[in-house]
């Protein structure tokens, strides 16, 4: 519900909607690369004018809109910037009020040994670790829901030892991806999609065969 992700933070950041409105936290897991950016690009090749994930992402979050004609139905997504150079929604926030992914934040250790560094938190999941991302919001504002109860994310770096280290390998080594497998996880990216993530944005249209 709207209200909860409201309810853990400031004015600034609320979201335009009533407590109650139905929300819908988008992920994308490791299989998104071969299972939709690949065949999205095959498909739309010469209509690929910005970046291929946001815009693949666009394309099949429009599909599921067209699934409800009778319904409003608002997409909220990761990349967007307001006027006041504030992200659309707060992603990682959304993803832990949804329970979707737990967001691992210095407040979640004891004994904070960073002193006066910026410390930047990061979502954990417990199936992937750190191999998905938060792509979108999909708001119903016409559609209630006053008793969904809450299910809290799955607290899964359970250890002080191991939420410094997550937290320290995200911030400080962020480059490698050490802090994706902070955990055990049942699937990750492929080498190729490794390599695509890691590659400058302006430099992937040539991974995927597309002149920019």
């Known amino acids: 519900k709207v209200g909860w ?9 609320h979201l335009p909607y009533p407590d109650d409105t139905l929300a819908f936290v988008i992920l994308s897991t490791p299989s998104m690369f071969d299972k939709a950016l690949k065949p999205f690009v095959n498909k ?3 209509k690929i004018i910005r970046d291929p994930v946001d815009q693949c992402v666009s394309h099949h979050l ?14 909220m997504y990761d990349y967007e910037i307001l006027p006041s150079r504030k992200p659309r929604f707060l992603a990682q926030t959304a993803a832990h009020v949804s ?4 967001y ?16 930047y938190g990061v979502c954990v999941h417990p199936k992937y670790g ?3 991302a938060i792509r979108a919001l999909l708001l119903f504002p016409d559609i209630q829901v006053p ?36 955990i055990e996880v049942k699937e990750r990216y492929s080498e190729e999609q490794i390599t695509y993530f890691a590659t400058p944005p302006a430099e992937r249209f040539k991974l995927l065969g597309l002149t920019q």
């Open 5 to 13: 992700y409201n309810a853990v933070l400031q004015p600034a950041f």
């Open 44 to 46: 739309e090749r010469l």
């Open 62 to 75: 429009s599909s599921v809109k067209e699934k409800f004609p009778d319904q409003r139905v608002d997409v």
């Open 99 to 102: 329970g979707a992914a737990y």
């Open 104 to 119: 691992y934040q210095r407040t979640d250790v004891k004994l904070d040994p960073w002193g006066n560094k910026k410390i």
């Open 130 to 132: 750190g191999w998905f």
């Open 147 to 182: 008793f969904l109860e809450q299910s809290a994310p799955i607290d899964c770096v359970s250890t002080e030892e191991k939420r410094i280290e997550l937290l320290e390998q995200f911030n400080f080594h962020w480059k490698d991806g050490r802090y994706r497998d902070i």
